[in-house]
């Protein structure tokens, strides 16, 4: 009798270990949660939002595992990331931080902000006006000005602005390196991104987790936290479960 015991407790904790590498396996070959802390990317992500990155979408680096080992170089299967994708990458001077921004620019562009218009390779980009956004980031409430911006290529998203004179709505023209691309928040004026050269700057291709792709859960963080399942019903953001990240 206490060897089947026994047998019935290895037999569990083969289980468990299974369920383990299996977990570890999706997440890091498949698909990977993330939630959004700040409000950088408004209105695109909301702080509260949770959502799966595509590991597969710009194929594998060092950093598509856990805790990063360093044993290889370079992307496995890699793709460049297409201009508009919203993109999960570790931050170049601390890879230990998550960042997710939208990739503006690829290899060998030029990018400008002048006026708080973007310009790429020379030309405007064009945006057109959407109308007052009453944006939330954290405790604060904010009126701010929405934009459709329309890519070269023709992809839109739209973009929050509070005015065109603020501290990166002018900035020096950046040339893409190769190996690299150039990310900027929806939330120009609030975001920490390729812009501030000596806080994040350039993003090399290896640092790349993936592209975010739908949104699964959505919880207003002033209302309650994602555990406290009393409060959903007024608290969950229901319009937006399983949306499209575009």
Not at 23 to 32: L, Q, S
Not at 97 to 118: A, E, F, H, S, T
Not at 196 to 201: D, E, H, L, T
């Amino acid at each position: 009798m206490a060897k089947k015991k026994s047998g019935g407790w290895l037999e569990s904790v083969k289980t468990i270990l299974y369920a383990g590498l299996i977990a570890i396996g999706i997440r890091t070959i498949a698909f990977e949660p993330f939630n959004i802390p700040s409000g950088s990317m408004i209105p695109t992500l909301l702080v509260g939002d949770y959502l799966f990155v595509s590991k597969f979408s710009y194929g594998y680096s060092r950093y598509s595992m856990p805790f990063g080992p360093n044993l290889f170089s370079g992307r496995i299967l890699g793709s460049m990331p297409e201009r508009g994708d919203v993109a999960v990458f570790k931050l170049p001077r601390d890879p230990s931080q998550d960042y997710i921004k939208r990739i503006i620019g690829l290899p060998g562009d030029r990018i400008q902000v002048r006026g708080g218009v973007l310009h790429v390779n020379g030309q405007a980009v064009r945006r057109e006006p959407m109308g007052p956004l009453i944006a939330e980031d954290r405790d604060s409430r904010i009126s701010v000005r929405q934009f459709r911006e329309i890519l070269p290529g023709g992809r839109a998203h739209a973009i929050v602005e509070q005015s065109d004179d603020m501290p990166l709505d002018n900035t020096q023209e950046f040339r893409v390196p190769e190996g690299h691309v150039f990310a900027m928040g929806d939330n120009r004026d609030n975001s920490l991104d390729s812009r501030v050269q000596n806080a994040v700057g350039f993003i090399p291709v290896e640092n790349l987790v993936g592209r975010a792709v739908f949104i699964f859960f959505s919880i207003d963080g002033n209302r309650a936290s994602w555990w406290e399942i009393w409060a959903w019903p007024m608290a969950v953001r229901w319009g937006r479960l399983f949306s499209a990240v575009r």
